[in-house]
């Protein structure tokens, strides 16, 4: 009896895989250029929703400044200039002489204040200009009781010429006594109108007008003449 063969057996035919299937395990690049695209697409979207957001943002109002450098002068801050010197009562005027001769007038000493420049205070009248020997005419000028600021001092005169001294006493030293003594202010030659400007204000309760080189009269000869003395602050 004879033996039957066993059935041979079937084979399939190998599953084949259509080139660009993302299934295809022999073809990584396709899948990664897809992931790529679809990386980028949404990338893309994100970029736009920010924007869209960001404009759409409520902005504060804003104002257009000029960042410009202003150098005009503000008027609120202007620079005040300082008032012009007004005028300081006198309390007093009395004539000094270095050498007590008398001829220093002393009982006309009050017209170089009394506010009349047609009158004047004088000296004796001298045949030399130059005083030696101690000799000076001058006058006190007395402020009062309290030290007051005195920036300028003018003086009226008819003589022209020699010098008169401007003098501030030492304090506690009678003007009277020592009227060259002090501070010396300034010195000038009398004209019709002699200023005496002081740069640094000085606080006194006196001033000394004191002469040792006497201006020329109008009549001839060397004598001090003031017609008006006027103390300002």
Same mark, same amino acid.
């Given at each position: 009896?004879?033996?039957?063969?066993?059935?041979?057996?079937?084979?399939?035919?190998?599953q084949?895989t259509?080139?660009g299937?993302?299934?295809?395990?022999?073809?990584?690049?396709?899948?990664?250029?897809?992931?790529?695209?679809?990386?980028?697409?949404?990338g893309?979207?994100?970029?736009f929703?920010?924007?869209?957001?960001?404009?759409?943002?409520?902005?504060?109002?804003?104002?257009?400044a000029?960042?410009?450098?202003?150098?005009?002068?503000?008027?609120?801050?202007?620079?005040?200039?300082?008032?012009?010197?007004?005028?300081?009562?006198?309390?007093? +005027? !009395? %004539?000094?002489?270095?050498?007590?001769?008398?001829?220093?007038?002393p009982?006309?000493? $009050?017209?170089? @204040? &009394?506010?009349?420049?047609?009158?004047?205070?004088?000296?004796?009248?001298?045949?030399?200009?130059?005083?030696?020997?101690?000799?000076?005419?001058g006058?006190?000028?007395?402020?009062?009781?309290?030290?007051?600021?005195?920036?300028?001092?003018? +003086? !009226? %005169?008819?003589?022209?010429?020699?010098?008169?001294e401007?003098?501030?006493?030492?304090? $506690?030293?009678? @003007? &009277?006594?020592?009227?060259?003594?002090?501070t010396?202010?300034?010195?000038?030659?009398?004209?019709?109108?002699?200023?005496?400007?002081?740069?640094?204000?000085?606080?006194?309760?006196?001033?000394?007008?004191?002469s040792?080189?006497?201006?020329?009269?109008?009549?001839?000869?060397?004598?001090?003449?003031?017609?008006?003395?006027?103390?300002?602050?």
């Open positions: 009896m004879s033996e039957t063969p066993p059935p041979a057996p079937q084979t399939q035919p190998p084949t259509a080139p299937d993302p299934g295809d395990p022999a073809n990584p690049s396709q899948a990664e250029s897809r992931f790529t695209i679809i990386s980028v697409v949404q893309i979207i994100a970029v929703v920010v924007a869209m957001l960001v404009w759409m943002w409520p902005r504060p109002a804003t104002t257009n000029k960042h410009s450098l202003d150098l005009s002068t503000d008027p609120n801050m202007a620079i005040v200039p300082e008032a012009e010197p007004a005028p300081i009562p006198i309390a007093g +005027v !009395t %004539s000094v002489s270095g050498i007590k001769d008398g001829w220093d007038h009982e006309l000493a $009050g017209l170089a @204040a &009394d506010g009349k420049p047609e009158t004047s205070w004088r000296t004796a009248s001298m045949r030399d200009a130059t005083l030696v020997g101690g000799r000076g005419y006058l006190v000028i007395n402020l009062g009781e309290t030290p007051v600021r005195v920036r300028k001092v003018v +003086v !009226t %005169s008819s003589a022209h010429g020699g010098q008169l401007l003098r501030q006493p030492a304090d $506690g030293q009678p @003007a &009277d006594s020592q009227p060259a003594g002090g010396l202010l300034g010195a000038l030659p009398l004209s019709n109108t002699t200023a005496f400007n002081l740069d640094t204000p000085v606080l006194t309760k006196q001033l000394v007008l004191w040792t080189n006497l201006p020329t009269a109008p009549g001839g000869g060397f004598r001090l003449m003031i017609s008006e003395v006027q103390v300002l602050g």
